[in-house]
């Protein structure tokens, strides 16, 4: 499956983005879908899972209450509402996916996941 991000850019501190990330390709039965960061110099880091089979969700601690992600299985596409940014939220965000993957308070690894997309910027300014 391929899969493309869109709607990252430049935002002022306290705005909101959402991102998107469609699937081309055979999603059915498809596990979870996951968006990851990385910012320059840092490792990448997992902050929202949504598992196909009943909705269960994932946040890390650093984006929980201001970002939400959301499906919409008729466009086979995936959405990262963003919400009061912060100029640390800066990074490279990264859609990903995995058949046989199940969202859990266990946390995210990018292990988990074989199929990604190729990145989309998002730039908080102050």
């Known amino acids: 499956v391929q899969l493309v991000e869109s709607g990252g850019g430049l935002v002022q501190s306290g705005g909101s983005l959402r991102l998107s990330c469609t699937a081309y390709g055979s999603t059915?039965?498809?596990?979870?879908?996951a968006w990851f960061r990385q910012a320059p110099g840092q490792e990448r880091e997992g902050v929202a899972c949504i598992s196909s089979s009943d909705g269960s969700?994932?946040?890390s601690d650093s984006v929980k209450g201001r970002f939400t992600i959301s499906t919409d299985n008729a466009k086979n596409t995936v959405y990262l509402q963003?919400?009061?940014?912060?100029?640390?939220d800066t990074a490279?965000?990264?859609?990903?996916?995995?058949p046989d993957h199940y969202c859990s308070?266990?946390?995210?690894s990018s292990g988990d996941f074989g199929s990604w997309g190729q990145?989309?910027?998002?730039?908080?300014?102050?």
């Open 92 to 98: 490279a965000y990264y859609c990903a996916a995995d």
């Open 82 to 88: 963003m919400g009061a940014l912060k100029p640390e």
């Open 57 to 59: 969700t994932y946040y």
């Open 28 to 33: 059915a039965g498809y596990g979870a879908s």
């Open 119 to 126: 990145g989309t910027q998002v730039t908080v300014s102050s």
């Open 105 to 108: 308070e266990n946390g995210l």
